[in-house]
């Protein structure tokens, strides 16, 4: 059985896209409990700020940071593990790791820095600014990732800019809701594949 060099080529896209189908797919599966968790930590810190003021909402963000960087790593460590199990090289997992590591260094790096150059920012901007982060960090991920992902940050931003805008008295309660909300929801969606 002989085959052209244009069916031949048709195959071997056939197979690049179903394995980039399946790397999409993969990351999702990996993304949504990071969403979920995160989600929740949005909704109940800035819950607690709304109902209980600013000491307060330092308070269970301080809390929350720290239980939402455990809970980060653990998922981060689960990841690998299942990544041993099935069968990736060593090479492969220190790839990834070092990869969450520059990722995590970027990120601790980069929210000091920017309070330097900004100057003090209120509550309210410090707020919007960290999750306005969060949101577009998520854009950028799905431009790699996927469409969800994508979809997902930009979803987030609009909530947030639009609460930062038009929404004065119950800020944080609106972030609780529709920043919080929108992570859960899509961590949910993407678990969904």
């Known amino acids: 059985m002989n085959i052209s060099q244009r069916e031949a080529g048709e195959a071997l896209d ?8 399946v790397m999409q797919m993969r990351s999702y599966r990996y993304m949504g409990p990071f969403l979920i968790l995160w989600g929740v930590i949005w909704a109940i810190a800035n819950a607690i700020t709304d109902f209980s003021g600013a000491a ?8 929350a ?12 460590v689960r990841i690998i593990i299942e990544r041993r199990k099935a069968g990736d090289s060593p ?9 969450f590591t520059m990722m995590g260094i970027a990120v601790w790096l980069y929210f000091p820095a920017m309070y330097l150059v900004l100057g003090p920012l209120t509550g309210r901007q410090t707020n919007a600014f960290i999750s306005l982060f969060w949101a577009f960090a ?23 800019t639009a609460g930062f805008l ?19 929801l899509g961590g949910l969606w993407l678990r969904k594949i």
């Not at 090479?91 to 990869?99: K, S």
């Not at 431009?143 to 940050?153: D, E, K, N, S, T």
């Not at 038009?166 to 859960?184: D, E, K, N, R, T």
């Open 138 to 160: 998520y854009m950028v991920a799905g431009a790699w990732l996927g469409m969800r992902l994508f979809l997902i940050g930009l979803v987030t931003a609009v909530a947030i």
């Open 166 to 184: 038009f929404v004065h008295q119950h800020y944080p309660l609106w972030m609780a809701v529709f920043g919080g909300g929108s992570l859960i």
């Open 14 to 21: 056939a197979i690049q896209a179903a394995d980039q189908r």
């Open 65 to 76: 940071t720290v239980v939402g960087i455990a809970a980060t790593l653990w998922l981060v």
């Open 56 to 63: 307060g909402g330092r308070r269970a963000w301080s809390i």
């Open 91 to 99: 090479a492969c997992r220190r790839r990834i790791g070092n990869r």
